[in-house]
Every structure is written in structure tokens, then in C-alpha cells.
């Protein structure tokens, strides 16, 4: 089993938000999970990251996409006092990657998804989807560079990033990154941070609603695009009675 040796610090970029104190009591931690997707092949990966509230997790990949390859990956980033996920790509010709992921949290716990795209060769395409719902102390971070190689022309990336403060003690961190050395290619990345929608709120509790379920109601519809494309029924509904029984501790 090879480790990851060096502990992080506040200097190194992929950690400057997160819970160094919890990630120093889990080290050395093991090194990514690597995965090779072959030329023309197809993979799709759910990760539901829901450890105890207490617990520390940290979860690394290394994506290979050999050419004209394509993954799908959703996330659900909800459990432990720090929740990591990392994922590190790189895209030969014509690959595909995609992600949708979901940070839930409350409390005082440290949320975290960090991503790097590496498009090293032409017509390479990914797209990320992150949503967020913060609650209490907690604090959300996506990091995310798309790295664009001199001779990678015709790539094509996008970045979305949003979160929901349910309170002003909670934190959201986004920081979309674009290091593009060709010349011939359309990238693009957006991110908000917002509160609920107090209008629609007030019509669906208007509507006889109670509040708390108004509330459950517009933040499902906050990250259900997340989920968009989960194919297999029954990690769908994990998915779903996770998100769910996350927003009920926040509510």
C-alpha cells in the first residue's frame, strides 16, 4: 500500500480551507485509487460520502481517459467532521468527463471537493455541476482547475459552481481555476453563493405548507441537476435518502 507522505499546509493551494488539525490526525493517508478508462470505453462511478459525524474521510482518485473514453462521476459529499473528495483527470483525445456533486453540511464540519481536468491532447471535453447547502459553522469548498495543454486545441470545459447559506455563520468557498496554454479552445466557469429564495418560501408556505418541508423542497430542487444522468435505479435512491436525511439534520 503506497502512502502520501508529506502533511499538508496552509501554502499548499488544494488545502488552504480545510481542516488541518483533522486531516493531520488521519495521516499518512493512502495514495489516490487509480483508475484507466481504455480507448472508446465508458465507466460511471456514485460516491456517497456519508461517514459518522465524528469520523475523518478522504477520498482521492487518479482518472486515466484514454482516448475518445468517457466517465461519469456523481458525488455526494455529506458525512464526518471533514468530508474530502479528490478527483485528478487527465483526457487524451476526444475523452469525456463529467461530474456532479453535491456538498451537504451543518455544524462545524469541513466539506471538500477538489478537482483537477488535465486536457494534454485535442477535442477533449469535461463539464463539472457543484452544489452546496451549508448549515450552522460549516464550511464548503470546491477547488477546481481545468488545466488546457499548448497542443490541446478544441477543448471544451465548463465549470458551475453554487451554494446555499442557510445561516451567516456558515462558509462557502469556490475557487474555479482555468491554466490554458492553447489557443483554440472554449472554456468557462461560473460560481454563486446565495441564501433561499424568501419569495418562494413565503408562496409554498402560503400554499399550506409547513416551513421546514418548504425549505426541504427548494433545496432538493437546488442540487437536483447534480443527479442528472444516474442511470442505475438503486444508487439513485441511495443518493436521494442520503440527500434527504442530510437536509433533515440541517432543518
Known sequence: ??????????????????????????????????????????????????????????????????????????????????????????????????????????????????????????????????????????????????????HAQKTDASQSVKAMLLARTATANAKPELEIYADDVKCAHGATVGELDASALFYLMSRGIAPAEAKALLLRGFIADVFDGVTDDAARERLEAAASAALERML
Open 1 to 150: 500500500m503506497s502512502l502520501a507522505l508529506a502533511l499538508p499546509t496552509r501554502r499548499d493551494e488544494s488545502w488552504r480551507y480545510s481542516d488541518l488539525e483533522a486531516v493531520a490526525s488521519v495521516w499518512p493517508i493512502r495514495a489516490p485509487e487509480r483508475i484507466e478508462v481504455a480507448p472508446g470505453e465508458e465507466i460511471a462511478r456514485v460516491i456517497v460520502q456519508d461517514a459518522a459525524p465524528d469520523a475523518v474521510a478522504i477520498h482521492d482518485y487518479a482518472v486515466v481517459l484514454g482516448a475518445g473514453a468517457r466517465a461519469t462521476f456523481h458525488i455526494l459529499n455529506t458525512g464526518g467532521r471533514l468530508g474530502r473528495v479528490t478527483i485528478d483527470v487527465t483526457l487524451h483525445e476526444g475523452a469525456h468527463f463529467e461530474l456532479g456533486g453535491a456538498m451537504l453540511g451543518g455544524g462545524d464540519q469541513t466539506l471538500e471537493i477538489v478537482t483537477t481536468m488535465r486536457h494534454i491532447e485535442p477535442h477533449a471535453t469535461s463539464n463539472q455541476v457543484v452544489r452546496s447547502v451549508l448549515g450552522g459553522r460549516a464550511t464548503g469548498s470546491y477547488l477546481g482547475k481545468v488545466a488546457v495543454a499548448r
